[in-house]
């Protein structure tokens, strides 16, 4: 064990702290090449982590930058900066701390690779930028210990794929780096420790006291949630009894849209102007810091959030968790409970609140989940292409390297560690010469192979645009919106340019709390004004959008095994019992699909419970078979457990419908002309380096011929180029993200041929709430030019012109 | 056999009858003239060369690929190049031998004028006439629209327009008519636009002008201005 310093085991005493029992296991494993704590938040974990650190610099002999600190939020850099400085000034150490962010001076940043501090603190991003200097070598030499903390966040992202290639570069440059990994409850430590230790090095994994289990329920109101829909509205009048009870309370909203409305009703109830804050990811930045700075200074009594709250600042006075909305996955769930009482040895207080009536059962199954202790998770999969070629793309910008040499290096990348060869190999070619099947660029390669037979740009200036490729994060392409101004008025936020494009004039949303008129467009800023007096229109701009679990889908399944359900509220007990009277239950081995006439039409449901996502999908693929069958689809609506199709025919037998060649076959085709493919496209171009941020998709250029449409690219590499490296990764993208197939045939794998189809004469109880969904999706053929001629029409008539 | 009508808008222009083409292309049956704007000819190419992204290198034969089949379908006698042809003047040099073989077939037989534009100013080895405008009663045909100009056809600024219809989004390239100059969409695959409800496009065409999304068939709307 590293014994500690007398400066740091004065400073633990002379405030009566003990070191906690994983503090000093993290430091009897200080000399280890990689080690992972699990630690519930508010257990000192990022102290744990330090302390090795603070051990082996306290002589004052280390030169150089010692150890990097890597969190996923920039803020929470800053925030551990100054909680470390403290306690480092206190125990007189001879250590320099600073932090590196997209916020750090271009001066600070420069000096920092020159004369780095003992230990700096950054994001993947940042680190991955300083990796892409020539000078790299230098800065990272007699780097000894990196800290990833909040790791179980990374890890389920690219954002992690590209901190562990980066790190597999530090690795050459600082040999005998050492790792550690800080991560919140998970339910496969294993597979994380994977990710973060160097292939093939073991990595220890130590589980710290995950505290006392947390104060967690259902709560009830005297109302029954609605058949459908989201947001919570009507426990509106317990929620705030309960922010009244308790000092400070976080309430969760699973999308921004929903965060904007529910708060929008807590301040209409809100008779005695509690102060309560809005944060969520489409707020200008302005507006987000000055809550967190509210929050801070402990002047609210709630926040309404989404997932942007999930990680970050320790807010040690927050004593309530609220999560709106059925939580879709446990372990998120457990995690956004452990932000209530940052104190050690507490129990976390939290309550759920379903928003409707199907909702009821989920979150009942989710809190049985975690009294279980029964995480969820799926694999990720091995490391995705596209940040590969990025990682390519950053070696070359800090100089010439072997193609042999780098790809050992990213072998030892545990995500990448079974990645042949030959398919490092087609991404260098695609980063080198575009990869295309029509040599065109052999004169303009991005990287040439010198003699020797290293790589290296053939433009040096090449370096610069790369680094400010870097990144994996890729946003949906927003629009700013402002106060309608003659110069432009104050900033609130953004929208998704596609909710944007559906904006008439007139329209009414929300945005931070505030209902705005939507006046115009103005290139690509939305201008408003405010109409507090007016109702908004549902504000639908998206926000992340989860699937419910598999494991939480099985959960319920399960439950509909049960004669009786005597955990359920009594409506919602009815309910299922009516079902199984009128039709029958869903279960896990079977597929239950219901048709009926309704309104004049035919209906079909099939309850897959494979996720929204997979359920959308299932939606497309099946009235494009209904469709080539002649019945006539007019549109379908998907949940997290069903899809409702609606058509002018009956489906006599819906079994055909699903067969798995047929599915497989249709998704094909339709897989190749979809815009989720497109969307798809986009973000892995801009990762893989296919297509510059800045432009299609990225920043409006200032010039006057703006970028064009990364679509234009999808569909001219599919026609000329159909076997390029690019498609390929579109589409395993697709598959795993949006398309989500894999659940499909997971799904069709565990029916089989058991397919009930019943026929009924009406809507069944657990059908009704679909026909409130929102999000019904017209199925049509050439709607666009049908809409753009009935529109034109319109539009000619209103301005007195005649249409030829 | 007649080959199958193409989609069409039809316009009256000046006293004549001008076809706004489902592709971008404008059509003069009566004089037997074709004309394109803003090809912008080996974009690719010029952004490799300047070490930018490397994009798929087929936008040169799928615009030409297009400009063939509008060819086939209109049979002229003259087509004019409004303009940005080429993405830069040396693109038009090394302008790749698919391209070019593509190209020549369809300069065959017919006049070609290709209009100088602020991409291409130089003169370029691949035949047909040169000239920084055309003039064809009553029509002058020129890259970028002059004010006070009448009966004017010009390119340049790639106009697109936006329409919301029952939810849904739509955004094109489109014509701009108003009486005196019609403003044409940008032809070449890789082609951003300009929304016309911006400030330059709202100054260029006066009330009461017209956009032409296209579309099958392309359809007009009352031009969408900046609001005032």
């Known amino acids: 064990?590293?014994?500690?310093?007398?400066?740091?085991?004065?400073?633990?005493?002379?405030?009566?702290?003990?070191?906690?029992?994983?503090?000093?296991?993290?430091?009897?494993?200080?000399?280890?090449?990689?080690?992972?704590?699990?630690?519930?938040?508010?257990?000192?974990?990022?102290?744990?982590?330090?302390?090795?650190?603070?051990?082996?610099l306290a002589d004052g002999s280390h030169q150089g930058l010692h150890t990097l600190y890597i969190s996923p939020l920039k803020a929470l850099a800053a925030d551990i900066r100054r909680n470390l400085t403290g306690p480092i000034t206190e125990m007189g150490l001879p250590i320099r701390v600073e932090d590196r962010t997209g916020d750090t001076s271009s001066n600070t940043r420069k000096r920092?690779?020159?004369?780095?501090?003992?230990?700096?603190?950054?994001?993947?991003?940042?680190?991955?930028?300083?990796?892409?200097?020539?000078?790299?070598?230098?800065?990272?030499?007699?780097?000894?210990?990196?800290?990833?903390?909040?790791?179980?966040?990374?890890?389920?992202?690219?954002?992690?794929?590209?901190?562990?290639?980066?790190?597999?570069?530090?690795?050459?440059?600082?040999?005998?780096?050492?790792?550690?990994?800080?991560?919140?409850?998970?339910?496969?430590?294993?597979?994380?420790?994977?990710?973060?230790?160097?292939?093939?090095?073991?990595?220890?994994?130590?589980q710290a006291d995950p505290g006392p289990d947390p104060d967690i329920a259902m709560l009830t109101t005297p109302e029954p949630p609605p058949w459908s829909g989201g947001g919570g509205k009507y426990a509106i009048p317990r929620v705030l009894e309960e922010v009244k009870r308790h000092r400070t309370t976080l309430i969760f909203h699973n999308t921004r849209a929903q965060a904007e409305i529910f708060f929008h009703h807590l301040w209409l109830a809100n008779d005695e102007q509690l102060p309560i804050g809005i944060h969520h990811g489409a707020l200008a930045r302005e507006q987000r810091?000055?809550?967190?700075?509210?929050?801070?200074?402990?002047?609210?009594r709630a926040i309404v959030c989404t997932g942007t709250l999930d990680l970050g600042i320790d807010w040690g006075d927050v004593d309530l968790v609220i999560q709106v909305g059925a939580p879709k996955n446990v372990k998120r769930l457990v995690q956004r409970i452990g932000r209530a009482n940052h104190r050690y040895n507490a129990p976390s207080k939290a309550l759920i609140v379903p928003a409707n009536r199907f909702e009821v059962i989920e979150c009942v199954a989710a809190l049985a989940a975690v009294r279980e202790h029964d995480l969820d998770g799926d694999p990720r999969g091995p490391g995705p292409l596209d940040v590969l070629c990025q990682h390519i793309l950053i070696r070359a910008a800090a100089g010439p390297f072997d193609a042999g040499d780098l790809h050992a290096e990213v072998i030892t990348t545990g995500a990448y560690a079974d990645l042949p060869r030959e398919t490092f190999d087609r991404c260098l070619d695609f980063v080198a010469t575009g990869g295309y099947a029509l040599r065109a660029y052999d004169q303009w390669q991005r990287l040439m192979q010198r003699p020797d037979g290293l790589w290296q740009l053939r433009d040096p200036r090449a370096a610069q645009r790369i680094r400010m490729n870097v990144g994996t994060i890729v946003d949906a392409d927003k629009m700013a919106v402002r106060l309608h101004k003659s110069r432009g008025g104050k900033p609130l936020g953004e929208v998704e340019e596609y909710f944007a494009s559906m904006l008439r004039k007139g329209d009414t949303f929300l945005i931070g709390g505030e209902i705005v008129r939507y006046e115009g467009m103005r290139e690509m800023v939305v201008e408003v004004t405010r109409t507090p007096w007016?109702?908004?229109?549902?504000?639908?701009?998206?926000?992340?959008?989860?699937?419910?679990?598999?494991?939480?889908?099985?959960?319920?399944?399960?439950?509909?095994?049960?004669?009786?359900?005597?955990?359920?509220?009594?409506?919602?007990?009815?309910?299922?019992?009516?079902?199984?009277?009128?039709?029958?239950?869903?279960?896990?081995?079977?597929?239950?699909?219901?048709?009926?006439?309704?309104?004049?039409?035919?209906?079909?449901?099939?309850?897959?419970?494979?996720?929204?996502?997979?359920?959308?999908?299932?939606?497309?693929?099946?009235?494009?078979?209904?469709?080539?069958?002649?019945?006539?689809?007019?549109?379908?609506?998907?949940?997290?457990?069903?899809?409702?199709i609606w058509g002018l025919d009956a489906v006599e037998d819906a079994r055909p419908l699903f067969s798995r060649e047929n599915l497989v076959e249709t998704m094909e085709t339709w897989l190749a002309e979809n815009a989720v493919m497109k969307r798809t496209f986009k973000g892995s171009a801009i990762i893989a380096g296919l297509i510059d941020r800045s432009m299609p998709g990225g920043k409006r250029k200032s010039g006057r011929q703006a970028t064009f449409s990364s679509d234009i690219l999808y569909?001219?590499?599919?026609?000329?180029?159909?076997?390029?490296?690019?498609?390929?990764?579109?589409?395993?993208?697709?598959?795993?993200?949006?398309?989500?197939?894999?659940?499909?045939?997971?799904?069709?794998?565990?029916?089989?041929?058991?397919i009930d189809h019943v026929r009924l004469s009406r809507v069944t109880p657990l059908a009704a709430p679909l026909f409130l969904e929102p999000g019904r999706v017209p199925v049509e053929g050439l709607a666009s030019q049908r809409l753009m001629e009935e529109e034109a029409a319109r539009l000619m008539r209103t301005a007195g012109l005649e249409t030829a | 056999?007649?080959?199958?009508?193409?989609?069409?808008?039809?316009?009256?222009?000046?006293?004549?009858?001008?076809?706004?083409?489902?592709?971008?292309?404008?059509?003069?049956?009566?004089?037997?003239?074709?004309?394109?704007?803003?090809?912008?000819?080996?974009?690719?190419?010029?952004?490799?060369?300047?070490?930018?992204?490397?994009?798929?290198?087929?936008?040169?034969?799928?615009?030409?690929?297009?400009?063939?089949a509008d060819i086939a379908a209109t049979?002229?006698?003259?087509?004019?190049?409004?303009?940005?042809?080429?993405?830069?003047?040396?693109?038009?040099?090394?302008?790749?031998d698919v391209t070019a073989s593509h190209l020549r077939p369809l300069m065959a037989g017919r006049r070609w004028i290709w209009i100088a534009g602020n991409h291409d100013p130089g003169p370029i080895a691949?035949?047909?006439?040169?000239?920084?405008?055309?003039?064809?009663?009553?029509?002058?045909?020129?890259?970028?629209?002059?004010?006070?100009?009448?009966a004017e056809i010009s390119g340049h600024y790639h106009p697109k327009a936006r329409l919301s219809g029952r939810g849904r989004g739509i955004t094109r390239p489109c014509f701009l008519v108003d009486g005196d100059r019609i403003v044409m969409p940008a032809y070449g695959t890789y082609t951003g636009g300009l929304h016309c409800d911006g400030p330059e496009l709202s100054a260029l065409m006066a009330p009461g002008a017209r956009a032409i999304l296209l579309g099958v068939p392309p359809v007009a709307v009352p031009m969408p201005r900046r609001p005032a």
């Open chain 1, 1 to 56: 064990m590293t014994a500690l310093p007398p400066q740091i085991t004065g400073w633990f005493e002379s405030r009566g702290w003990a070191i906690h029992p994983h503090q000093r296991a993290m430091l009897a494993r200080a000399g280890d090449p990689c080690t992972l704590l699990i630690a519930p938040t508010g257990g000192g974990k990022t102290m744990a982590g330090f302390l090795p650190t603070l051990a082996e």
């Open chain 1, 112 to 206: 920092q690779r020159a004369d780095p501090p003992h230990i700096l603190l950054t994001t993947p991003e940042s680190l991955a930028l300083l990796t892409s200097y020539e000078d790299a070598g230098r800065t990272f030499a007699g780097l000894r210990r990196v800290i990833v903390d909040e790791i179980h966040a990374l890890a389920e992202s690219k954002r992690g794929d590209q901190l562990m290639l980066a790190l597999s570069r530090l690795a050459s440059l600082a040999p005998g780096l050492r790792r550690v990994g800080l991560s919140a409850t998970v339910e496969d430590p294993a597979a994380i420790a994977r990710l973060l230790a160097r292939h093939p090095d073991p990595c220890e994994i130590l």
């Open chain 1, 289 to 300: 810091e000055r809550v967190e700075q509210a929050m801070t200074d402990g002047r609210l």
């Open chain 1, 534 to 644: 007016q109702k908004p229109k549902i504000a639908t701009f998206m926000g992340t959008k989860f699937a419910t679990s598999t494991q939480l889908s099985d959960r319920i399944l399960s439950m509909f095994r049960q004669d009786d359900w005597p955990e359920l509220p009594g409506h919602t007990r009815d309910w299922l019992h009516l079902q199984r009277k009128v039709s029958r239950l869903p279960e896990r081995d079977r597929l239950l699909v219901e048709s009926f006439p309704h309104d004049g039409r035919e209906h079909l449901v099939a309850y897959g419970f494979a996720g929204k996502n997979a359920q959308q999908t299932l939606g497309l693929l099946l009235t494009q078979r209904m469709e080539a069958q002649g019945l006539n689809p007019m549109g379908f609506v998907a949940t997290d457990y069903a899809t409702l």
């Open chain 1, 715 to 754: 569909d001219t590499l599919r026609k000329y180029d159909p076997g390029h490296v690019m498609l390929e990764i579109t589409r395993e993208e697709a598959m795993r993200g949006l398309v989500d197939f894999g659940r499909i045939e997971a799904m069709l794998e565990r029916i089989g041929d058991r």
């Open chain 2, 1 to 68: 056999m007649n080959a199958p009508s193409p989609p069409i808008h039809v316009l009256q222009f000046r006293g004549h009858t001008l076809h706004a083409m489902a592709s971008g292309a404008l059509h003069w049956p009566a004089a037997e003239l074709l004309c394109v704007s803003d090809l912008h000819l080996g974009k690719s190419e010029r952004m490799a060369r300047r070490g930018g992204p490397m994009l798929p290198p087929y936008e040169g034969i799928d615009t030409l690929l297009r400009l063939d």
């Open chain 2, 75 to 96: 049979r002229p006698r003259t087509v004019v190049c409004l303009g940005d042809s080429f993405d830069d003047a040396a693109s038009a040099d090394a302008l790749d």
């Open chain 2, 126 to 150: 691949l035949g047909g006439t040169h000239l920084s405008e055309y003039r064809l009663a009553p029509f002058v045909f020129r890259h970028i629209a002059e004010p006070g100009a009448e």
